[in-house]
Each structure stands twice: as C-alpha cells, then as structure tokens.
C-alpha cells in the first residue's frame, strides 16, 4: 500500500511540477502600418527577442505585423495556454500611445483619425493595463513584460489636435506579481538608430537588451539596472536622452538564464585558447569583454584608442561596437583634417549678468567645500546659509562683509580661497571613546567625486543617519544612474564602509578630515572618491 501510494503521488505531483516550471511568452512587432508612419525594426526586434528566449526554453507564440484582430486572436491564444502557476512573458515593439493617462499598442490597421477621436483610438487599440489583467486573471505566478513602443506619437498633427502624449508612453501602475519595463521613460523618445547609417538591425534598446536575456545567473532587477545605463551611455552617443523605466511589483527573484545553464567546463584538450590563435583568444573573451573594451577606447577618445580597439577585435568586425569604433574614428578623422579649414571663430556675444540664484548656488557650494555647512545649494539665501558666510569670514579673516552675500565678488573669493576653512562645528571624539554619540555626527546630505577604472569618473550624493553610537547609514546615488544602500563605521577618524548596489556589495575604507566635514575613501572595486558635507 505504500509503495503505491507513493507512485500515485509521484504520478499527480509531477506534473503540477512541470506545470509550475512552465514559462510561456507572446512575442509581437509591428513594421507595416498602413495609415501612420512605418517602422523599420520592430519585428528584427520580435523576431531576436523570440529566438533568444526559445534557446532559453521558453515557449514562444510570434506575431508580426498584426492587425488588431490578428493581435486580438494572438492575445487570446496566449492567455489561454497559461495555467496558475506559469511565468509569463510579453514583448511588444511598435507603435503606442498615451491616451488620458492609459497606454495603447496600435494594430497594424490603426486608421489616424482627422478630427481627435481619443475614443475611436481606445477601441481600436489594446490597453496595457487591460492586457495585464487578463494575463493576472489566469493564475499565472508572475508576468514579465517589455514594452518598445517608445517613438514619436504616430497621430501628432500640426493643426494641435494631436491624440495623446507628442511622444513615448505613460507612467502606469503595474499588478502585483509584474514587471513591466520600457525602453524610456515617461515621455522620453526610444531611439531605433544612432546613425542615418547604423549598421545594427536592432533598436538601440533591444541591442542592448538581447546579450543580457542569455546571461547565466543575471536577475533581473540587476539585468535591467545594467540595461539602463548602457542604454543611455548609447543614446548620448549622439546627445539623445533615453533612461528605460521599470515598474516592479514582482514578489521574489527571477533569471531569464539560471546560473546553472552555464556552458559547461571545457575538456583539458580545448581549454585554453593558443596564444599563437588570435581568432581562438578573441572567441574565448567574456561577452562583456569586448563592450568594456569599446567603453574604454571611446573614453580615451582619441585615434590611437580607437585604432588599437579595431585592430585587436580585426576578426569580430560586425559586431556593433566595432560598427561604432569605426564610425567614431572616422569622425575624429574628419575633425582632425576640417580643424585647418575650420571658419574664423565669431565674435564673443556680449557678457551676460551672471544669474543670481546661480551665484547664491555656487557660493553655497563653495561654502561647503570650506567646511562652513551652508547646507543644501538651492540657491536660496536662508538663516543658515548668512550662519555659514558669516562663520567663513570670522575664521578666514576675508575681507567680506556680511553684506556682500550673493555678490560675484564674495563667490570669486570664496573660490580662490584655497586653504582657508572654516573651524570645526562638533569636536572630534576622544580617542579613548572612538565614535561615542556626541562626537562626530555624519547625519545630513553629502555630495561626492569619485574616479574608478577605465578612466571612469562619477558625482553624486549620499545621505547619512545615524543607525548607532558610531554608525550611520543612508542612500546613495550617482550621476550615472546607480544606487547604493551605504553603511559607515567610524574608529575615530577611521571610517569603513559597505555599500551595496543592486548587482554588487563594494567595501570601502577612509580617513575623516578633522574638521568632520569631508573625508576620502577608497573602495575594493579601485575607486578613490572626495565627500564633502552639503547640508
């Protein structure tokens, strides 16, 4: 009796378990509008997007180029085919609108209205909301979505009776077990090229996107903040704003490529490429390897960089970056032979009074810098920043007048006075009781320089409270998009750090000046920064 029952569970649970593991996804891009503009990658994009995640075992329905009922029928097909308990998976890339706070993807056959029918829009479109609903409704365990439907708004008139946002799609409020991700942000333009003659048959978002999708052991909230910033790294590369937005409401984790779908360890007999078999070396290089080499290059910015990056990667020449090397290069080609040719430079414009809250701004900061605590630099002249120029010029000797706050001559002084501080405010804890409270008090806004690997360099702020009697904690964000939960220990003035981003925990170590008002540090990842207090 035992033993069959044994097997009949073996025979019921089973199945529930496969069930559980099944990973479903509905896959559309649309090109060929009949009545507003076509697009050029959107079904290179279904189509890549498709056969990635196919080799990653997922179940995928495609459709290309579909009118509403052929997105109606597909919709249908892939809502039914879910049971509880699946993940499901939508990508989408075309055409969308925002229409009174909702976003739509637009069918193939979409008409562009004469006259501003918001609502023959709505009917004729698929609501996102809507969709995630119903795929909420079959019990799936979480939903995944990718939207790409960023472009300039297709019904935008010059007559001002444009339907909808001018461009890209709207902020929205995501179902509990979803991740919805765009390739911008609200209101933002995704690009499909950089170039009128980028090589690259994906959208410059799906591009960056499709490397990541296979990448054993990536999670994915850490895919998408690595997507983010190599997204906009691309965009800027032709001065364009494009910052993908996500919306998580996702309980737990989630890997498009578990960690154990990692190629196995090769044999002795292939392990090691041969030095002497450049084409061997450059294909055993990371996927990321190659990237991080173009990043660096571009950084470097000169020809000889670019140069050197083309001849080692000689063999991998229709990879994008080495599309764009070549395309940089020859650009810092043309400047070097047009400098000789170059027109004489125009007049200077007329000098322009410099704003004053502009002025009031930077002489905040400069007060901060002499660890005179001016506080935030909003621009705004408040008790505490009079407190602060008062305190600079009673411990500097300036000769300033309390009177000359917010004038170009107090910032041109306060700029030139290097080595000139301002004296502590606390006093520095006794060194039998290393960070006692009373002592050192790092709460408050503090604003950071740091510079890392790869010629990298970064700004940003972290804001501290105090967690113990010689601990502090806080967030921290930077100029390039990241954010970090950081923690500090003080010994005196001894200062340890841990801070943990999203993809990596990065310790740290440094020295508190003795004023308490700046520090530097230096964290296992090589980078050096500068902190100084900003309110």
């Avoid at 990973?23 to 994009?45: C, E, F, M, Q, W």
């Avoid at 993908?244 to 090769?266: I, R």
């Avoid at 935030?376 to 002249?381: H, K, P």
Wanted: proline share 7%; hydrophobic share 40%.
């Amino acid at each position: 009796m035992p033993r069959l029952l044994a097997v009949f569970l073996l025979a019921v649970l089973l199945p529930l378990t496969a069930a559980a593991d099944r990973r479903i996804g509905l896959v559309i891009g649309n090109d060929a509008y009949s009545d507003v503009a076509p697009l050029d990658k959107a079904v290179a994009d279904a189509e890549a997007i498709a056969a990635t995640l196919r080799a990653q075992g997922f179940e995928i329905l495609t459709t290309t180029d579909a009118d509403r009922r052929e997105m109606n029928r597909s919709i249908s097909t892939f809502t039914s085919r879910l049971q509880p308990g699946d993940t499901a998976f939508m990508f989408y890339a075309g055409h969308g609108v925002e229409i009174d706070g909702e976003n739509y993807l637009l069918p193939t056959d979409i008409v562009a209205p004469a006259s501003g029918e918001r609502d023959f829009i709505k009917s004729e479109s698929i609501a996102l909301s809507a969709l995630l609903d119903r795929v909420r409704a079959t019990g799936a365990r979480m939903t995944i979505a990718i939207i790409d439907a960023c472009r300039n708004n297709p019904f935008e008139t010059t007559t001002g009776r444009s339907i909808g946002g001018t461009r890209g799609l709207g902020r929205i409020t995501a179902p509990q077990g979803t991740f919805v991700i765009f390739s911008a942000g609200a209101g933002q333009l995704a690009l499909d090229e950089l170039t009128e003659d980028d090589p690259a048959r994906n959208s410059v978002f799906t591009r960056a996107l499709l490397p990541r999708l296979s990448t054993p052991g990536l999670e994915l909230r850490a895919l998408v903040a690595d997507l983010r910033v190599d997204v906009r790294r691309l965009a800027r590369t032709v001065n364009h704003q494009q910052f993908p937005a996500y919306y998580d409401e996702l309980l737990g984790d989630f890997y498009f490529a578990p960690a154990d779908s990692a190629a196995p360890d090769p044999s002795p007999d292939t392990a090691e490429p041969s030095e002497a078999d450049p084409q061997a070396r450059m294909a055993a290089l990371p996927p990321d390897q190659m990237r991080q080499d173009f990043d660096l290059a571009r950084s470097i910015g000169t020809a000889a960089a670019l140069q050197a990056f083309l001849d080692r990667y000689a063999d991998r020449s229709e990879a994008f970056s080495y599309r764009m090397a070549e395309h940089l290069l020859a650009q810092t080609d043309k400047a070097g032979t047009d400098t000789p040719d170059a027109p004489p430079p125009a007049p200077a414009p007329p000098a322009v009074a410099p704003d004053r809250r502009a002025i009031i701004r930077d002489t905040q900061q400069a007060l901060n810098a002499a660890g005179c605590s001016a506080g935030t630099a909003d621009g705004i002249i408040g008790a505490r920043t009079r407190s602060a120029f008062q305190r600079f010029i009673t411990d500097t000797g300036a000769n300033l007048a309390p009177t000359d706050l917010g004038t170009g001559r107090a910032l041109a002084l306060l700029r030139d006075s290097a080595g000139r501080r301002c004296k502590a405010v606390v006093a520095q804890p006794a060194p039998d009781t290393p960070g006692q409270r009373g002592g050192v008090d790092l709460s408050g806004s503090w604003q950071f320089r740091a510079k890392c690997p790869l010629f990298i360099q970064t700004t940003g702020t972290v804001r501290y409270r105090r967690t113990g009697p010689n601990t502090f904690s806080g967030p921290l964000t930077d100029s390039l998009g990241q954010t970090a939960a950081t923690q500090v220990t003080l010994d005196g003035r001894k200062m340890n750090f841990v801070l943990r981003f999203p993809t990596a925990t990065i310790y740290a170590s440094g020295t508190l000046s003795a004023d308490g008002n700046s520090y530097t540090n230096v964290a296992t990842n090589g980078c050096s920064a500068t902190v100084w207090r900003a309110g």
